[in-house]
């Protein structure tokens, strides 16, 4: 049984940084693009970032550009978050897809982990 989990949320000042990481059991995380999503207090949960296979990426937030960087290796998948605003509070998500292609359709993600809080303080 394929399962992702996320680590590495918490709370930070704005400004701050804070590694997100999204460790996959039941299969290789090679097999996979992964998508970061989040979802903010009240609002529905939207697509961040994605990175293939090949480790090329989509950044679907424009908002998140020269901040948020995102990378893989063969058994976890990253996201760097750099000069957090609070408008950053969200609960963040990874999600795994085949084939290795990204999407903003999360309804095309097969696999999601549970989420991690992050708390961006003003």
């Known amino acids: 049984q394929v399962q992702l989990v996320e680590s590495g949320g918490g709370s930070v000042q704005r400004g701050g940084s804070m590694r997100l990481s999204c460790t996959i059991t039941g299969d290789g995380l090679d097999y996979y693009a992964i998508g970061w999503f989040r979802q903010a207090p009240g609002k529905g949960r939207e697509v961040v970032l994605c990175?293939?296979?090949?480790?090329?990426v989509t950044i679907y937030d424009d908002s998140v550009k020269g901040r948020f960087t995102i990378s893989r290796n063969s058994a976890t998948a990253y996201l760097q978050m750099d000069n957090l605003k609070p408008e950053g509070t969200a609960v963040y998500y990874c999600?795994?897809?085949?084939?290795?292609?990204?999407?903003?359709?999360?309804?095309?993600?097969?696999?999601w982990g549970p989420g991690t809080q992050v708390a961006v303080a003003s």
């Open positions: 999600a795994a897809r085949q084939p290795y292609l990204c999407s903003d359709g999360q309804s095309l993600y097969r696999f």
């Open positions: 990175i293939t296979r090949q480790s090329e």
